[in-house]
């Protein structure tokens, strides 16, 4: 898979531990996130994955901050993407299976890496469900 991640300066540390993590993985990772804990702005960079992945230029994104929520919410101002923030590895599985999410986030401040890493397996091994579930996420894309 192809993933753009992106990051603030809240999560530098653990963007490059994710993205060599996804590298391991076999993914080719696109990072176009903060490079250093230099002050920033996390619209910009949630932004500019969500558009790549709304793009079809990737096959969907990890976005980290402090919290994932910030990132997240100006991910989603992207027709077309359908980022969740998780804590935890069943909602990622979750989130996929039945919302079709395209990017999931988290924050440093709130996961450590091994559970960071664990919310991209589930993530990353679901797939998304038909049925009921697509029709719902055709109501999203909808709106």
């Known amino acids: 898979m192809k993933i753009v991640i992106a990051n603030d300066h809240a999560a530098v540390d653990m963007k ?25 702005h996390y619209p910009e960079f949630g932004a500019k994955a969500g558009r790549m992945v709304a793009g079809g230029e990737v096959d969907g994104g990890v976005l980290i901050c402090g919290t994932g929520v910030g990132i997240s919410i100006a991910a989603n101002k ?32 709130i996961v450590g890496i091994e559970t960071a890493k664990a919310i991209i397996d589930a993530w990353l091994g679901a797939e998304c469900m038909g049925g009921r579930h697509q029709l719902r996420a055709d109501m999203l894309d909808e709106l």
């Open 16 to 40: 490059f531990e994710i993205k060599e993590y996804l590298e391991s993985l076999g993914h080719e990772v696109i990072d176009v996130g903060a490079q250093d804990k230099t002050s920033c």
């Open 78 to 109: 992207i027709k077309g993407v359908r980022a969740a923030v998780c804590s935890e590895p069943v909602t990622a599985r979750l989130v996929k299976e039945h919302n079709h999410a395209n990017m999931i986030a988290f924050g440093e401040r």
